[in-house]
């Protein structure tokens, strides 16, 4: 640390060696700055704000210097942010967009003309900020989401609070909407007050700027920690936090987590009933604090402050009445579809009261933010991502609401311009640029024996199309997990130990993937033992353990599934993963043919039964997948080449030449099969079996 700082509220994370390394490249000090304050989530929330560096550049077309700003990019996040998610636009050019600025009416247009001042014309795509950066004389400015200072933003008492804290060092702008006009006033205030060290935006962030890209970082640290410092002195002080705590006596942390598991999938049906929607659960300290107190009712229908916020958690949360909770389960389902079917109708009229001739049309009705006295927050959203970080950035609010509130009144963002920023045009705009949504977007698969060959295969292709996957095995956990989250991010894959012989380890797994995604919506059962022997030799032990694993634990774990799938009401998948030996009797195999033909016939029965509830049941018969399979790791390929009279390293030509393709059978070949049943290719197909075996015409179904 810099033995001159001392800061107890944010991290001081500069390395002076490293920024000796970055010395004379001002573009790489500015993304090493942007990366520091993006890496304390005190600082700035997920992909909120924005931080710029103005260098001199060579104009490629005159071959004179310019003045050209770097600035973050639409939609990108300070904490990763690299040159390419950065846009660069002449600093001139910006100051001539005054002479065309025709005032607020005529905001959005705007944004089109930054176009016409790009430096590099293949950068990233400027964001609204911009002119809130390019109007202002810094070399080097940082625009950030602070909750220490919204909490001072959204104060009704808030620019005599930041007199008191800073003196005549900073500024104060009232609420408006970002754009062109506020980089106006934002230049204003500056040229009005020589001196500032930055600015604060009424209801919305901060703004300061040095000479170099550290005097930035380090006058953004000390103001915000001056700021947190006035907070800490004051929590208590007028009044309890929250009015003081309403449920004195919550549920353990193992209650809460079991009352949110038990009831996430009946709230993520509700909360899909226009798409399919994926859950994120916390009980935080911060969460916990609110919503166990006197103020909860209060302050929640006051909503969030900044756009940020606001953005990604709506209008208002849905509170859950947690005596209402604590009924059966008709009654629980009873109070929660006329909680939800009163905030979608709330949510129409505040549409209708707030909307202009130009909106969007109205958007999904269904809350983002859950709020359950005793049990914490639950928040649904179109992906996992989405969905942990809605509840991030409603954790943000209430830190700003407790603040707010121990130091003045909170102030919530007045319902028109909560109105004026969700359905901006655009915003709305944004939304219409993103990628259109994988196949398996939005579901949860849950795959046994998920971190052997087959089974891992399967986890990796439906994460490839979408979904989140829980690998469920009894080894190989830890690392299956960090290779699955490293592949394809941190949100998409949960392992959970399990053994599919017991209930009880099933049922917990499965809660384990409701918390972390809010229900399941693809079981795919994988897991599997092979023994191969003649019958004189095949022992109760041996008949017993292939029964339990394959038929027992199928049965079980679709069970359990079946249960949760019938909460959500949204359908389902079952995809069991039999074998040709279901279908063809072979020597040498007694035991493991007749469980696999159970299997298959369970899958069949299970069609019948569960068509109901748009639950599909289908078959994947593998043969000889020998790659990577744990059942080939024991006895079982020896008793095989024993059965066929040939070596155990001859094994996969001997399958190869007796199919019908001639092909070797992968996982990968496995795992496409289950992809087609699940993907909506065969949306109507049910109780069917598909044969992945290269073509063997004895397993032909007739």
Same mark, same amino acid.
């Given at each position: ?18 920024? /000796? ?168 205030? @500056?040229?009005?007050?020589?001196? +500032?060290?930055?600015?604060? +935006? ?33 929590? =208590?002080?007028?009044?309890? @936090? ?17 009352? %949110? /598991? ?24 911060? @969460? ?100 942990? @970080? ?27 311009? /909560? ?32 971190? =052997? ?24 956990? %830890? ?17 959970? /130990? ?14 384990? %993937?409701?918390?972390?995604? =809010? ?184």
């Amino acid at each position: 640390m810099h033995p001159t700082l001392t800061f107890q509220h944010v991290s001081y994370l500069w390395d002076e060696a490293k920024a /000796a390394e970055l010395a004379g490249d001002e573009v790489a000090l500015f993304l090493y700055r942007s990366n520091l304050l993006g890496a304390d989530l005190r600082l700035t929330n997920y992909a909120g704000g924005n931080t710029s560096v103005k260098i001199q550049a060579t104009n490629p077309v005159t071959g004179e210097a310019a003045e050209v700003m770097w600035v973050k990019g639409s939609g990108g996040d300070i904490g990763t942010l690299t040159k390419a998610g950065c846009a660069n636009l002449y600093v001139e050019k910006l100051h001539q967009l005054k002479a065309r600025y025709r005032g607020l009416a005529h905001e959005d247009e705007m944004v089109g003309l930054f176009e016409y001042c790009l430096f590099d014309p293949k950068c990233a795509t400027p964001s609204i900020d911009t002119p809130l950066h390019g109007l202002l004389p810094f070399k080097h400015i940082d625009h950030l989401h602070p909750d220490a200072l919204i909490a001072i933003a959204a104060s009704q008492d808030g620019e005599a609070i930041m007199r008191e804290i800073w003196g005549d060092t900073m500024g104060w702008l009232p609420w408006q909407k970002p754009g062109f006009d506020l980089g106006l006033q934002l230049e204003k205030i @500056v040229a009005d007050n020589p001196g +500032l060290r930055g600015v604060i +935006l009424g209801g919305h962030g901060l703004f300061t700027w040095g000479d170099t890209s550290y005097e930035s970082y380090i006058n953004t640290l000390e103001v915000i920690e001056m700021a947190a410092t006035y907070l800490e002195a004051n929590y =208590g002080k007028k009044s309890p @936090v929250f009015g003081g705590v309403k449920l004195e006596n919550g549920p353990d942390e193992a209650t809460r987590r079991a009352q %949110a /598991a038990a009831a996430l999938p009946l709230l993520r049906g509700l909360a899909s009933s226009q798409r399919r929607m994926l859950g994120h659960y916390t009980d935080d300290a911060r @969460v916990l604090e609110f919503v166990n107190s006197h103020d909860l009712a209060r302050l929640a229908a006051k909503g969030t402050s900044c756009p940020d916020h606001f953005l990604r958690t709506k209008i208002r949360p849905l509170v859950l009445d947690p005596e209402q909770m604590k009924g059966d389960a008709a009654a629980v389902k009873a109070y929660l579809e006329g909680l939800f079917a009163d905030y979608r109708q709330d949510y129409v009229a505040y549409y209708e009261r707030c909307k202009h001739d130009n909106s969007p049309a109205v958007r999904d009705a269904n809350p983002v933010i859950i709020l359950w006295p005793g049990v914490g927050l639950l928040s649904f959203a179109k992906d996992k991502q989405t969905a942990r @970080v809605a509840a991030e950035f409603y954790t943000n609010a209430i830190n700003v609401m407790r603040g707010a509130e121990a130091v003045s009144t909170y102030q919530g963002l007045a319902e028109q311009e /909560a109105f004026n920023i969700e359905y901006w045009l655009l915003e709305e705009a944004k939304l219409q640029r993103m990628a259109k949504p994988k196949a398996l977007s939005g579901k949860v698969a849950y795959v046994t024996g998920g971190t =052997g060959g087959i089974g891992l295969a399967i986890c990796e292709l439906l994460a490839q199309h979408g979904a989140c996957v829980v690998a469920t095995d009894r080894d190989r956990l %830890a690392e299956t997990q960090e290779s699955l989250r490293k592949k394809f991010g941190k949100d998409s894959a949960l392992t959970a /130990a399990i053994d599919v012989t017991d209930a009880d380890t099933i049922a917990e797994s499965f809660r384990q %993937a409701t918390l972390q995604f =809010g229900g399941v919506d693809i079981v795919v059962n994988c897991a599997g033992l092979s023994i191969s022997k003649p019958l004189s030799e095949t022992t109760q032990a041996d008949w017993d353990i292939l029964n339990d694993v394959l038929v027992k634990g199928q049965f079980l774990v679709s069970q359990c599934a079946v249960e949760i799938m019938r909460q959500q009401n949204l359908g389902g998948d079952i995809v069991n993963i039999a074998s040709k030996n279901g279908l063809v009797a072979g020597p040498n195999n007694v035991a493991y043919g007749t469980a696999k033909a159970a299997q298959l016939h369970m899958s069949r029965l299970l069609a019948a039964e569960l068509g109901p509830d748009k639950i599909r049941v289908n078959t994947v018969n593998p043969d000889a997948v020998l790659r990577g399979s744990k059942i080939w790791e024991g006895d079982w390929a020896a008793g095989r080449a024993k059965a066929y009279g040939v070596k155990v390293e001859d094994l996969p030509q001997h399958y190869a030449k007796r199919t019908l393709l001639g092909e070797e059978v992968l996982a990968e070949d496995i795992a496409k099969a289950v992809l087609v049943f699940v993907d909506g290719s065969l949306a109507k197909s049910t109780g069917n079996v598909l044969n992945v075996d290269g073509g063997v015409a004895m397993a032909f179904v007739r």
